[in-house]
């Protein structure tokens, strides 16, 4: 299995609430993502990095924020949780060379109340 | 924009029995790559197979293998002799070879009988 890593792995909050979603990886790789996961189970990007300080918004439009000071680092936050975040938030990296394979962390499952 | 089509919402196959799942992808790209990603219930996403449109042999991996039709914009995956620890959420997703971002589809759920 790869080494990326999110945390918590579940979280139930109320709404209103600031929650920060961790996600770090030891492969040393430039490249982050966060995707969200409906309950459709289908994937969609929300933030990308290409490297420390690099960071830009995926296809889906989200009111989440990222954040890439360490090469290792790439978390999510939320400043005000509502009940349409409800979802599941996977995280992935790649190299940057090569074909760019993505691993997936676990991924975090929020539920807002 | 590129779109990737998963038909299949559900597939069901007997114990070492084969299924294919099918997976359409619309690009005018020439270059890029194909994914099957694999994610068992509440389990990590696991990269299964990768294809890179180059290439004309299909990808194989142990007991799962793609028929890549570049001209027809398919790429499906076959899992032969199915064993209960593949039944999961198979995710099939493009990359444009200059790329960063993974396009997916919608998913096919394959359940495993014994």
């Known amino acids: 299995e790869a080494d990326i890593y999110q945390t918590p792995r579940y979280l139930v909050i109320g709404t209103g609430k600031k929650i920060t979603l961790e996600c770090s990886q030891t492969m040393g790789h430039d490249k982050m993502y966060w995707y969200q996961q409906d309950p459709g189970m289908e994937l969609h990007l929300i933030h990308y990095?290409?490297?420390?300080?690099?960071?830009e918004k995926g296809d889906l439009s989200s009111e989440s924020t990222v954040s890439r000071i360490r090469t290792e680092h790439f978390p999510l936050t939320l400043e005000s949780a509502r009940p349409s975040h409800t979802s599941q938030y996977l995280c992935?990296?790649?190299?940057?060379?090569?074909?760019?394979?993505?691993?997936f962390g676990p991924g975090t499952r929020l539920t807002v109340l | 924009a590129q779109t990737v089509t998963q038909s299949q919402p559900e597939m069901s196959v007997q114990e070492a029995e084969t299924v294919t799942l099918s997976c359409t992808y619309d690009t005018s790209e020439s270059d890029y790559y194909l994914f099957w990603y694999k994610q068992p219930p509440s389990r990590q996403m696991i990269l299964v197979i990768r294809?890179?449109?180059?290439?004309?042999q299909n990808a194989t991996e142990n007991r799962f293998s793609v028929n890549f039709q570049k001209a027809a914009k398919s790429f499906s995956l076959k899992i032969s002799d199915s064993q209960l620890g593949d039944a999961a959420m198979y995710f099939c997703?493009?990359?444009?070879?200059?790329?960063?971002?993974?396009?997916f589809g919608g998913g096919t759920r394959v359940l495993v009988k014994p």
């Open positions: 997703a493009y990359r444009k070879a200059a790329g960063n971002k993974l396009t």
């Open positions: 990095s290409y490297g420390v300080n690099s960071t």
């Open positions: 294809q890179e449109a180059y290439k004309q």
């Open positions: 992935a990296s790649s190299a940057r060379v090569g074909t760019d394979t993505q691993y």
